[in-house]
Nanobody, 120 residues
Framework: QVQLVESGGGLVQPGGSLRLSCAVS????????MSWYRQAPGKERELVAG????????NYADSVKGRFTTFRDSDKKMVYLQMNGLKPEDTAVYYC?????????????WGQGTQVTVSS
């Protein structure tokens, strides 16, 4: 069983920065693909950024490319989302996600979410 705990959300002005953290416990950290999702009020949850632990490769939603960066610290079992140039449309609850397949079985875990509000 994997537990994910996000932190680092808050209120920030447009153009500002925040760094979200996701502490991972349980499971084998390197076995999981880690991702960040967000959900704004009245909208579906969407993928923001992902990082494949074994390869370190990353992917980003077009809306955040060039502004957000995700990276991991395997020693600390932490995943981060550095968010720069924040816009009001980035306002959402951000969730950390861990995912792996064992044969055809998907193991999918979510954190509790952290609120990010971008407003002047």
């Amino acid at each position: 069983q994997v537990q994910l705990v996000e932190s680092g959300g808050g209120l920030v002005q447009p153009g500002g920065s925040l760094r979200l953290s996701c502490a991972v416990s349980g499971g084998t950290f390197s076995s999981y693909a880690m991702s960040w999702y967000r959900q704004a009020p009245g909208k579906e949850r969407e993928l923001v950024a992902g990082i494949i632990s074994s390869a370190g490769s990353t992917n980003y939603a077009d809306s955040v490319k060039g502004r957000f960066t995700t990276f991991r610290d395997s020693d600390k079992k932490m995943v981060y989302l550095q968010m720069n140039g924040l816009k009001p449309e980035d306002t959402a609850v951000y969730y950390c996600n861990a995912k792996r397949y064992v044969a055809t079985i998907l193991y999918n875990y979510w954190g509790q979410g952290t609120q990010v509000t971008v407003s002047s």
